[in-house]
């Protein structure tokens, strides 16, 4: 199972684009990249997820080199509501035997 | 996108008694379902992999005969926590992947129990 390593904590203030940066050196090639969000008291909630080059929906976009050894996410124009711990996630989707496995994180908090 | 939910959010029980936290698949079958802890201020820690008409797989350090884990359909995952005492508070999760979808959907999560033993 791919290893992930994420900046503990990052502040940004509102208006600005954050960049969380993911690094899962020993990916295999099946593995997919899938970033969660997680406010305080919730279940992690699903934002992107991608394989390879860059990845854009209407919330987030997923850039990942062509080494597939990290991946960034970046939320254009923060605003205080996506405060909250960013997960990212490595692991064979296309197999049975999935288990979506959790590293430490990275709390954002986003200031006035 | 497929949701999963949970019930109740939040369950206050005194020591010694046991509660039941359920996980539905609302709108997709679900042949597997993942159950986790999380502690304050950490990530969510993996307790047992729950699988559709058969044993639950549990990962090391969780005890089995305390967190009874129940998979009787394709739509519905319990977890009882036996004997509770006040070191299981924790804030428990569980989810799901829609196989039907495609194979490298995401996995779904629910909105989470908050356990007190007091």
């Known amino acids: 199972l791919a290893k992930t390593t994420q900046p503990i904590s990052m502040d940004s203030y509102e208006g600005q684009e954050v960049n969380i940066t993911c690094s899962h050196n020993n990916i295999a090639t099946n593995d997919y990249i899938t970033w969660y969000q997680q406010f305080p008291s919730q279940g992690p909630r699903f934002i992107i997820q991608?394989?390879?080059t860059k990845v854009t929906n209407e919330v987030a976009s997923l850039f990942i080199p062509a080494d597939r050894k990290s991946s960034t996410l970046s939320l254009p124009r923060v605003s205080l509501s996506d405060t909250a711990v960013y997960y990212c996630?490595?692991?064979?989707?296309?197999?049975?035997?999935?288990?979506?496995?959790f590293g430490r994180g990275t709390s954002l908090i986003v200031h006035p | 996108g497929a949701v999963v939910s949970q019930h109740p959010s939040w369950v206050i029980c005194k020591s010694g008694t046991s509660v039941k936290i359920e996980c539905r698949s609302l709108d997709f079958q679900a042949t597997t379902m993942f159950w986790y802890r999380q502690f304050p201020k950490q990530s969510l820690m993996l307790m047992a992999t729950?699988?559709?008409?058969?044993?639950?797989t549990y990962e090391q350090g969780v005890e089995k005969d305390k967190f009874l884990i129940n998979h009787a359909s394709l739509t519905l995952s319990t977890l009882t926590v036996t004997s509770a005492h006040p070191e299981d508070s924790s804030f428990y999760i569980c989810?799901?992947?829609?196989w039907g979808v495609g194979v490298n959907t995401e996995a779904f999560f629910g909105q989470g129990t908050r356990l007190t033993v007091v």
């Open positions: 729950s699988n559709e008409g058969s044993k639950a």
């Open positions: 991608g394989y390879k």
């Open positions: 996630l490595v692991g064979d989707q296309t197999g049975g035997s999935y288990i979506p496995t």
């Open positions: 989810s799901a992947r829609d």
